[in-house]
């Protein structure tokens, strides 16, 4: 059974790093690209960030280009999203999700998601 | 970027009634065109990808089609569990998101 599973995210004031952690299992993790979609209080689902089975690709949304920083490590199966210098309209639910197949894919499966509240 | 823009914002029905949702692209993203539905408090389910392949365990009653910057998704007898919010998703160059369609009961 696929299983994504985020932590690290809670209460932060502006200006200030939070890294969130993604564990995956249940499925080859260094067979398929990884990304970070999130959603906003009572808003929709906006994508982060992506990155390649093999680090090769990465890509940001021009909200979070030079503040965040994606990375992954395949011997431990895990996703992570770097955030600095955040800001109070970063505040949303963070959900890690991987690709169906290699390009062009769809996210296949999702995890619950965590919590990131930008607040002084 | 790939604007992609969801019509109607919501739509008012009855079970058993027909749902056509609609994903328009700012440029083409061949059929790289997915659809999810996503329930309060819970992730988005992924149901059509490629424009109109249905994903494993979805219902015959959810379909999509499209190509190039037009798309549909297509309910043909709401059940119950389908009011929810759905959100098309362009793979053609990275990823955007649609604004969402909430399909409520009338």
């Known amino acids: 059974e696929v299983q994504l599973v985020e932590s690290g995210g809670g209460l932060v004031q502006p200006g200030r790093s939070l890294r969130l952690s993604c564990a995956a299992s249940?499925?080859?993790?260094?067979?398929?690209?990884m990304h970070w979609v999130r959603q906003g209080p009572g808003k929709g689902l906006e994508w982060v960030s992506g990155?390649?089975?093999?680090?090769?690709?990465?890509g940001y949304a021009d909200s979070v280009r030079g503040r965040f920083t994606i990375s992954r490590d395949n011997a431990k199966n895990s996703l992570y999203l770097q955030m600095n210098s955040l800001r109070p309209e970063d505040t949303a639910l963070y959900y890690c999700a991987k690709e169906l197949r290699r390009g062009n894919s769809p996210l296949d499966y999702w995890g619950q998601g965590i919590l990131v509240t930008v607040s002084s | 970027e790939t604007v992609l823009t969801q019509s109607p914002a919501t739509l008012s029905l009855s079970p058993g009634e027909r749902a056509t949702l609609s994903c328009r692209a700012s440029?083409?993203?061949?059929?790289?065109l997915a659809w999810y539905q996503q329930k309060p408090g819970q992730a988005p389910r992924l149901l059509i990808y490629d424009a109109s392949n249905r994903a494993t365990g979805i219902p015959a009653r959810f379909s999509g089609s499209g190509s190039g910057t037009d798309f549909t998704l297509t309910i043909s007898s709401l059940e119950p569990e389908d009011f929810a919010v759905y959100y098309c998703?362009?793979?053609?160059?990275?990823?955007?998101f649609g604004g969402g369609t909430k399909v409520e009961i009338k």
């Open positions: 998703l362009q793979r053609s160059n990275w990823l955007t």
């Open positions: 440029q083409s993203v061949s059929n790289y």
């Open positions: 990155i390649g089975w093999n680090s090769g690709a990465i």
């Open positions: 249940g499925f080859t993790f260094d067979d398929h690209a």
